[in-house]
């Protein structure tokens, strides 16, 4: 499994990104795609989710900003991220939970990350 993100960039304060990630590759099924986002800091954290089931999650962070959606037949998730305040900048991946194979386990695939960078 492949992941590609991407859109990330440099946006003022209060401005808005969509990021993407294109995901590619064989495997049996797919369960969840998600954005995770690691900040200056080196804090990698949770940003978002969304499962096979419908289920979405987000951290307290962003809820009410930030926008977690996949096309139809899950081959692309993206992040439409509203009133974007410093500590949003970060590095941000998307990562894969997917069974290469039928009886194979679930296991993470990552991405490489794209950066976003918020002025003030």
């Known amino acids: 499994v492949q992941l590609q993100a991407s859109g990330g960039g440099l946006v003022q304060v209060g401005g808005s990104l969509k990021l993407s990630c294109a995901v590619s590759?064989?495997?049996?099924?797919?369960?969840?795609l998600a954005w995770y986002r690691q900040t200056p800091a080196l804090e990698h954290e949770l940003v978002a989710n969304?499962?096979?089931?419908?289920?979405?999650n987000y951290a307290d962070a962003v809820k009410g900003r930030f926008t977690i959606s996949t096309d139809n037949a899950w081959k692309s998730v993206y992040l439409h991220m509203n009133g974007l305040k410093p500590e949003d900048t970060a590095i941000y991946h998307c990562?894969?939970?997917?069974?290469?194979?039928?009886?194979?386990?679930?296991?993470?695939?990552w991405g490489h990350g794209t950066l976003v960078t918020v002025s003030s």
């Open positions: 990562k894969a939970a997917a069974k290469k194979y039928i009886m194979s386990d679930i296991r993470d695939y």
């Open positions: 590759g064989d495997f049996f099924s797919l369960h969840e």
């Open positions: 969304i499962q096979a089931n419908g289920t979405v």
